[in-house]
């Protein structure tokens, strides 16, 4: 049979269970919190270090293009300087030779045009069939 004496005694036995085991449940939510913290403090770590590797390879990469980049356009460059001064050469030659000769040179210009003609009457021709 229960009394009041009794009660008490179990009334505070079972406060004191309740107790210890809110204090084991701080316990491990302290050692959990730890741990992850310790986890989240690695994995910070580990990802600095390999920033601190993959940066530098990025910035070669990135220095190595634009390199490349301006080599490509200095060589568009040199080309195009190249161009315009062969089309200069080539102006000047049939200047020259068109002053110097002027009657072969439009013989030469009307044989031309007669065969491109030729050539877009031909094409024509085919086209319509």
Partial sequence: MITPSNAATVQQSTRQVADGLMNSADKAIDASRSYANHALDAADEKIHAFQNKVEPAL??????????????LDMAGQAKDKAKESMSRATAATSRYVSDKPVQSVLMAAAVGAAVALLVSAAYGRDSR
């Fill in 59 to 72: 910035d070669r990469l990135a220095s190595k293009a634009q390199a490349m980049a301006q080599q490509s």
